[in-house]
T-cell receptor
């Protein structure tokens, strides 16, 4: 079975400050890891993914994520937060074999204050 | 715009009724996934189809069923609806690459009264 934990329901950060949204995972085999963002009354938008290679992955809107195999983590980061980054963020995982459906975490609400 | 189209966007119905949600995947995508998003359960995988065939089942209730048609659009049928079925239902499609991410539609919001 595969699972994702997002330990923080909400993260608050001031505009211009760096942000981190945490994610840990459990999966059989090698992980394929994803981050999605959801704005109110919208679908999920893909931000970035890690499949293999460099542990630091860069994605859309200035976001990046760091894969740490030993800690089974895939934290989302951004050097300087914008008010417009305020949204619900989901981490997702699947293994490199077996079921291809993604398993999502419970989501973390990011609130960026002006 | 992800390229995945879902209808209807909103649906209000009564307990015991049946509804059908429709999804058109991105052009060229053969896989369709259905997810349910509710406040207490988060995003739950329901079922996956690939080129018309069921490929994987998640937490889908027996009252729910789905199919994918030859033109690759998919329908999710929800019957004997209960209050707890109120949720956002998302459809997603995936490209051919094995590592491909899912592209989500805007969702269908179902309210059961």
């Amino acid at each position: 079975a595969q699972s994702v934990a997002q330990p923080e329901d909400q993260v608050n950060v001031a505009e211009g400050n760096p942000l981190t949204v945490k994610c840990t995972y459990s999966v059989s085999g090698n992980p394929y890891l994803f981050w999605y963002v959801q704005y109110p009354n919208r679908g999920l938008q893909f931000l970035l993914k890690y499949i293999t290679g460099d542990n630091l992955v860069k994605g859309s809107y200035g976001f990046e994520a760091e894969f740490n195999k030993s800690q089974t983590s895939f934290h989302l980061k951004k050097p300087s937060a914008l008010v417009s980054d305020s949204a619900l963020y989901f981490c997702a995982v699947r293994g490199d074999t077996g079921r291809r459906a993604l398993t999502f975490g419970s989501g973390t609400r990011l609130q960026v204050q002006p | 715009d992800s390229g995945v189209t879902q209808t209807p966007k909103h649906l209000i119905t009564a307990t015991g009724q049946r509804v059908t949600l429709r999804c058109s995947p991105r052009s060229g995508d053969l896989s369709v996934y259905w997810y349910q998003q509710s406040l207490d359960q988060g995003l739950q995988f329901l079922i996956q189809y690939y080129n018309g065939e069921e490929r994987a089942k998640g937490n889908i209730l027996e009252r729910f069923s789905a199919q994918q048609f030859p033109d690759l659009h998919s329908e999710l049928n929800l019957s004997s609806l209960e209050l707890g079925d109120s949720a956002l239902y998302f459809c997603a499609s995936r490209g051919q690459a094995n590592t491909g991410e899912l592209f989500f539609g805007e969702g269908s919001r179902l309210t059961v009264l």
